[in-house]
Every structure is written in structure tokens, then in C-alpha cells.
């Protein structure tokens, strides 16, 4: 059997071919593509996480706290909130459906507008919000707790966050110790709390 062996002129064409391909991909940046779990903010991927469906076998109330699932990821800066579970926090709508967080911090960023971290969903659909007692661990309404703000605690990603309490003696004792204020949910500033989203963002973009 005969070999046929390319002509010099097609090898010289399909190296050239070759190179103008090599050149052009370093010539074009990639872009990565947006699909329905993404979005592309500021040149960074953020996940879009879905929230937990109520599962009835769970054996709770429709409104009732519930464990966090461990792949269960933070809409906001999508961390997993089960391995910060001492921080985490949770939302649960009329019908049951859960969004679980990595601290308060970013339970109240998503509170600000819930909407551009949950598509379709809005705050008149939550029914209930949780925060994790610092001191019992603990679930408790955060319209109930007691948070300090501005003390030498990081949170998760090592950046300024709001430990919670069930009694205000608990968080006065905290705040003596380490610093800050009490305050409740409703006296922390919008201002303050992009303040502090913006530097834990920082920090995750520097590791």
C-alpha cells in the first residue's frame, strides 16, 4: 500500500492556519458565558443560589428555623453557611421556601433588596428571618435580637460583621469585652452595612 504524503504547500498552509488560530486567542480575552445560575458583576461570577424548598418530613412548622443543608450557599456572596454555622443566618418565605446566609452582614445586604440576589423574589414575600444566638447558638427572630456592631470580631471572611444575641445582657457583656455597639436590626444602617460588604468583598478578591 502507498503512503501519500502531504504536499510541502498544504503542511506550509495548515502551520500557518495553526499559528493565526494560537495568535488570535491571545489576541481576544475569553469571556465566560451568563447562564440562568450566574451573573457577571464587575468582572466577577456570583452564584445564584436557589433557595431550599420546605420538605413537610422535616416534621417542622411552615415558619419554623430549619437546619442548614450543607450544600446550601449564600445568595449574596455564595459561601456555604453550614460551615459558618456559628454566623449563619436564614429567610423564609410564604411558602415555606428557605435562602440561608453566611452572617448577618449578609442576611441585611440581601434584606436591602432581595430581588437582585433572588430572581422573581421580593421582601413582601418574606415571612420570617433567623440569626444565630452568638452566645447559645441558637436560633432567634432577628427582629428580636440584639446585635453588636463595630467590635474586633471578624465574621467569615475575616471582615467586620454583627454578632447576635438573644439578651441584651449577653450582647452588653460582649461589647464590653470586645468592643462595639448594641444596637437592634432596625438602628443598622444601610450605609454601614455596604460599608462593610465592600470591604469583605476585597478581602475574597485578595486570597
Known amino acids: ?95 415555606g421556601d428557605t435562602h440561608f446566609f453566611d452572617s448577618p452582614l449578609t442576611l441585611f445586604i440581601y434584606l436591602l433588596d432581595p430581588s437582585k440576589y433572588s430572581r422573581g423574589r421580593n421582601a413582601s414575600e418574606i415571612t420570617v428571618s433567623y440569626v444565630t444566638d452568638t452566645s447559645q447558638g441558637q436560633w432567634i427572630k432577628t427582629s428580636e435580637a440584639f446585635f453588636v456592631s463595630g467590635s474586633e470580631v471578624m465574621g467569615p471572611m475575616r471582615a467586620g460583621n454583627f454578632p447576635a444575641f438573644s439578651l441584651i445582657e449577653d450582647a452588653q457583656d460582649f461589647a464590653k469585652k470586645r468592643g462595639g455597639t448594641v444596637m437592634k436590626a432596625d438602628q443598622i444602617k444601610s450605609q454601614s452595612l455596604q460599608n462593610l460588604h465592600r470591604s469583605r468583598q476585597h478581602l475574597h478578591l485578595k486570597d
Do not use: H
Request: hydrophobic share 45%; net charge positive; with cysteine.
Open 1 to 95: 500500500m502507498l503512503l501519500r504524503i502531504p504536499s510541502a504547500k498544504l503542511l506550509a498552509w495548515t502551520t500557518g492556519t495553526l499559528i493565526i488560530a494560537l495568535m488570535l486567542t491571545k489576541l481576544v480575552p475569553w469571556q465566560p458565558t451568563v447562564t440562568d445560575d450566574q451573573t457577571i458583576t464587575s468582572g466577577d461570577i456570583c452564584i445564584v443560589a436557589p433557595a431550599t424548598p420546605f420538605d413537610p418530613n422535616w416534621g417542622i412548622s411552615l415558619l419554623a428555623p430549619r437546619k442548614i443543608p450543607v450544600d446550601a450557599r449564600c445568595p449574596v456572596c455564595g459561601m456555604y453557611p453550614a460551615r459558618t454555622s456559628e454566623w449563619a443566618a436564614q429567610v423564609i418565605f410564604k411558602n
